[in-house]
């Protein structure tokens, strides 16, 4: 009986973490993400795809799960960025995962899905997140 309550509190709190972070909310974390002085140029020209990268990350719900520094629900960007290789291959991974949501790497509680971002929004927000441990891209 015992376990059948605790798999019951797993799955309620699973499925509040889940509807938190699938929402755009304005919540945000003591650690406010300090703007890149580089800034983000108009759409249609050339802009630093890391700067957008946290603009993007800024605008969105990323900080209803995510901290830059610390673990919150889901895994601090520091330690994304430190777990992962600063490559076009992971840039691509990490922007999947970002699109498409997924568990298991972290934890079991799931990271929702980011459909209506872009395939260029994701990879910016991923060259953004490895960039934070000062590896560059290679």
Request: aromatic share 4%.
């Amino acid at each position: 009986m015992e376990i059948k309550m605790k798999l019951k509190l797993q799955v309620m709190a699973g499925l509040v973490i889940l509807s938190a972070c699938s929402g755009k909310t304005e919540t945000r974390n003591a650690e406010e993400y300090v703007a890149n002085d580089a800034g983000i140029e108009a759409k249609g020209t050339a802009a630093d795809p890391i700067a957008v990268g946290e603009a993007l990350v800024k605008s969105n719900d990323c900080n209803t799960c995510h901290h830059k520094t610390n673990t919150v629900i889901g895994p601090a960007h520091l330690k994304v960025a430190e777990k992962y290789e600063f490559t076009e291959a992971n840039v691509k991974l990490l922007a999947a995962k970002i699109m498409k949501g997924g568990s298991g790497v972290w934890g079991q509680i799931p990271m929702a899905a980011h459909v209506d971002l872009t395939e260029e929004e994701a990879e910016s927000m991923a060259r953004y997140v490895l960039s934070l441990d000062g590896e560059k891209e290679h």
